[in-house]
C-alpha cells in the first residue's frame, strides 16, 4: 500500500494544556482548577428562558450575522459600558465562541508572510490560528513580575510586514490589565499604518479594585481598526454553550463575515434568543465583577502557606501562585505531581511562551463554589518544601 505523505501545518503544538490538565484531573479524582470554567450552576431564570425557546419555533438556522434580538442587545451593552454607538446590523457578528470569533479574524486578514505581534504568555489559540494562516508570529514578552507591556520594545518589532497587533484584556493568564496609558501609547504606535488591532476582552465584565475596563471601543482611534472579540459564556456562566461575537467597523466585518459564512455559517438558535432576552437585564453584565471579586478575596484572603506568593489578579477568574521556595522542579513537572500527589489540578505558566519560560508560576481558576475552594486551599496550604 502507498504511504500517502501528510504535511501537519500545525506539527510544532501537542495537545492543548487545558484538556491534558483537565483529563489528569479527572484521571486522579483531583479538584480542578485548571481549565477555566465554573463548577457552579448559571442563574436557573436563564436555564428557564432558555428551556422557552427549546419549546419554541427558532429551530432553524439562525440568521448567518446572529439573530436580530442578541445583536440589538449588544449595541446595548456597548452603548452602556462604553458609550459608543453600534450598528448592530454592520457591526457585530455572532460567532461559535471566541475561539471561533479569534480564528475568523486571523484568516480573514493575514495573508503569508504577514507579521503579528502578541504578547506572552498568551492564550494558546493565537500562534496556531497565525500559523495555519500563514502568518508570523512576532512575540513581546510581558514584563515580569507584574506583567506589563514595554511599549519600546513593541515598537522596534513593528515592520513593515505587520499586518495586525493582538491585544488581551483583562489578561489570560495573568490577570492583567491593561490601562488607558497603554491604549495611549498603541494609538501612537499604529499611527499613520495600515495595522489591525485585534482585542481578545472576553473577560470584559470581570474587572476587580474599581478599575475600568479599556476596551478599544472607547478610544476612536482604536475603533476605526480594531477586531474586538467578547464572550457570553464568561459572563453568563455557560461556558459549554460556546456563544460569542465579534464587533468592528462595517469596512473590517464585510471581510470578517466572508470568512465566519464559510467556516460556521450560524450559530446555535435557541441559545441565541435565550441569551438575549436574559441580558436586558443590565445587571446581569454589571454585577459580574462584584461577584467575582468575592470569589477572588474569598480564595486568596484563605491562602495562608508563607511558601507561596500570591500574585494580584487585576481581572478575569485566574490567580497565580509562586512555587519557587517549595519546589524547583519544572513549572509542568510540579503542576502534574500536584495533580498525581495532592489532588490539585492548575494549569503551568511555561505552556503560554513559546520557548518555555518558566517562572515557577501556576494558574488556578477560582470561579468555583465556596467548597471547591476551600478544599483547594486546604491542599495548598500543607504544601512545604520536600
Not at 18 to 42: C, E, R, W, Y
Request: hydrophobic residues 40%.
Amino acid at each position: 500500500m502507498h504511504n500517502i505523505r501528510i504535511e501537519d501545518k500545525l506539527s510544532n503544538f501537542g495537545t492543548t494544556i487545558f484538556t491534558v490538565m483537565s483529563s489528569l484531573a479527572q484521571k486522579h479524582n483531583a479538584i480542578n482548577l485548571s481549565q477555566g470554567f465554573p463548577d457552579f450552576q448559571p442563574d436557573p431564570h436563564l436555564i428557564e428562558i432558555a428551556q422557552k425557546y427549546m419549546d419554541s419555533p427558532f429551530q432553524q438556522y439562525a440568521p448567518m450575522p446572529g439573530t436580530a434580538d442578541l445583536r440589538e442587545t449588544i449595541t446595548e451593552i456597548v452603548q452602556n459600558c462604553y458609550n459608543r454607538k453600534i450598528n448592530p446590523d454592520t457591526e457585530i457578528t455572532i460567532t461559535a465562541g471566541a475561539t471561533q470569533a479569534i480564528y475568523t479574524a486571523i484568516a480573514a486578514f493575514v495573508q503569508s508572510g504577514d507579521e503579528v505581534i502578541l504578547f506572552e504568555p498568551a492564550y494558546d489559540c493565537y500562534a496556531p490560528a497565525i500559523i495555519v494562516n500563514g502568518g508570523i508570529p512576532v512575540y513581546c514578552e510581558l514584563q515580569y513580575p507584574d506583567f506589563k507591556i514595554n511599549w519600546d520594545e513593541v515598537r522596534s518589532k513593528v515592520s513593515p510586514k505587520t499586518k495586525m497587533i493582538i491585544i488581551n484584556t483583562p489578561h489570560n493568564p495573568t490577570g492583567a490589565v491593561l490601562s488607558a496609558a497603554d491604549m495611549l501609547h498603541l494609538i501612537e504606535i499604529i499611527k499613520n499604518t495600515n495595522i489591525l488591532i485585534l482585542s481578545d476582552e472576553v473577560y470584559e465584565h470581570i474587572i476587580f479594585d474599581n478599575l475600568q475596563h479599556e476596551s478599544v471601543l472607547r478610544f476612536d482611534e482604536l475603533f476605526e481598526r480594531s477586531i474586538m472579540v467578547s464572550s457570553f459564556g464568561k459572563t453568563i456562566h455557560t461556558t459549554g454553550w460556546k456563544i460569542g461575537y465579534l464587533i468592528a467597523p462595517e469596512k473590517i466585518m464585510s471581510v470578517l463575515r466572508k470568512v465566519h459564512q464559510f467556516l460556521i455559517f450560524a450559530v446555535n438558535h435557541p441559545l441565541q434568543k435565550t441569551i438575549a432576552e436574559y441580558l436586558k437585564n443590565p445587571q446581569h453584565y454589571l454585577s459580574l465583577k462584584t461577584f467575582y471579586q468575592k470569589k477572588r478575596d474569598f480564595f486568596i484572603s484563605r491562602i495562608q502557606n508563607p511558601f507561596l506568593k500570591i500574585f494580584p489578579s487585576k481581572g478575569t477568574y485566574f490567580v497565580l501562585l509562586d512555587y519557587s521556595t517549595i519546589s524547583t522542579k519544572k513549572d509542568t513537572e510540579f503542576a502534574i505531581e500536584l495533580v498525581e500527589k495532592h489532588k490539585l489540578a492548575s494549569i503551568p505558566m511555561s505552556v503560554f511562551y513559546h520557548q518555555k519560560k518558566d517562572y515557577h508560576l501556576l494558574r488556578f481558576c477560582f470561579a468555583k463554589k465556596e467548597e471547591t475552594l476551600l478544599q483547594a486551599v486546604e491542599i495548598l496550604n500543607q504544601l512545604n518544601p520536600s
